[in-house]
């Protein structure tokens, strides 16, 4: 009798505390396991997912961008009485027409925005069990917004004052190391066969980079992105390239280092931007291994998503703010899987007919 009243005794005591545990409200998280216990809970997941992309808890209808509708707690979507259809929080989003659960959604956005070196398509299909393939399409939609502000954008970097490097790299296999197939079809491409040329733009005073994909390096190419994405008046340094030698001093106060003789002289320099080819080298060699040329831009947009955002000022940076700052950019952006691969053809790979669906996913 008395060993049954103790039980039931610890029994009530431990429900009690389980109730009281699963009731209080969990913090933001801060580390991936973290993340993992409080993106479980769909509506916590869900309730975070609209406030991060709705900040200010304003909800409209991303069809036509008005606020009168109501929403259905039981399917969490809403119905917009001015266009009579449905949407959720994933419509006009990257994330449009995908069966993934938002809470696998939000841990793949986590580790790519926090992974320092990426991760792997087989790693997230392990963590988030799905296959390789769809892990593989779902960081590519993320690498996709991850792009912000880039090369070619509205806004310019630098200022009269601001001081600025450009420097460009080359990405792709060692010669000696290909098939004998593939090394006789890139001779007589010059010494940067089977190379894929990255130019980079860092701002010192912001210390954010640009970076993209050029066909060359011709002094055309280089200059004219500096002159799309730099304002007039900048000081820029770059190595000794031909490709720099005329043409800057007309608009920039340019200065140059000549590699071979030093890396660095006084503040003129570009080892801001060798550090950060060296992180972008690192993921592609020991995470990615293996990029396709066509690919490439994706993964620089994800190198520089991660390096504009490591600090803001001089704070650092959380896991959580680098998260909200990347799901805040979510929408407007669409990527389906026949234009990611170009199989819109294959019987087995159809047009999604994206902008059509009525379906709220």
């Given amino acids: 009798m008395i060993l049954a009243r103790a039980i039931k005794l610890v029994d009530t005591h431990v429900s009690f505390l389980y109730t009281v545990f699963m009731d209080a409200p969990l913090q933001e998280p801060r580390t991936l396991q973290e993340a993992i216990v409080y993106f479980s809970d769909a509506d916590r997941c869900f309730a975070y997912a609209v406030k991060l992309r709705w900040p200010d808890g304003h909800v409209v209808c991303p069809r036509c961008s008005t606020a009168k509708h109501s929403f259905i707690k039981t399917r969490r979507i809403w119905f917009c009485y001015t266009c009579k259809k449905q949407f959720t929080v994933k419509v006009k989003t990257i994330m449009e027409d995908s069966p993934i659960s938002l809470d696998k959604w939000m841990i793949a956005f986590w580790m790519l925005a926090n992974c320092k070196n990426g991760i792997s398509s087989y790693e997230l299909a392990s963590t988030i069990k799905v296959t390789q393939t769809t892990a593989w399409f779902v960081l590519q939609r993320i690498r996709e917004v991850m792009k912000g502000k880039g090369f070619g954008k509205s806004t310019k970097i630098g200022g009269e004052g601001n001081e600025l490097e450009s420097d460009e790299t080359f990405i792709g296999g060692i010669a000696k190391n290909m098939h004998k197939g593939r090394r006789l079809k890139a001779d007589g491409l010059g010494p940067y066969k089977n190379k894929t040329i990255v130019q980079g733009i860092l701002d010192r005073n912001l210390r954010k980079v640009r970076a993209t994909v050029v066909p060359n390096v011709a002094r055309e ?51 801001g931007m060798e550090n950060f080819w060296s992180l972008l080298k690192r993921s592609l060699k020991g995470t990615y291994v293996a990029v396709e040329p066509f690919h490439l831009s994706r993964y620089v947009n994800e190198q520089v998503f991660r390096y504009n955002h490591r600090k803001e000022g001089d704070r650092k940076l959380t896991n959580a703010e680098r998260l909200a700052v990347l799901m805040s950019q979510v929408a407007g952006h669409r990527l389906t899987y026949s234009d990611l691969t170009g199989k819109s053809d294959s019987p087995h790979h159809a047009e999604t007919g994206t902008g059509e669906t009525v379906e709220p996913f």
């Fill in 221 to 271: 190419t280089l200059q004219d992105e500096i002159l799309r994405n730099v304002k007039f008046g900048s000081t820029i340094y770059t190595d000794s390239a031909v490709a720099y030698d005329s043409g800057l001093q007309r608009r920039f106060v340019h200065d140059v280092v000549n590699k071979t003789e030093a890396y660095v002289r006084g503040k003129v320099h570009t080892n």
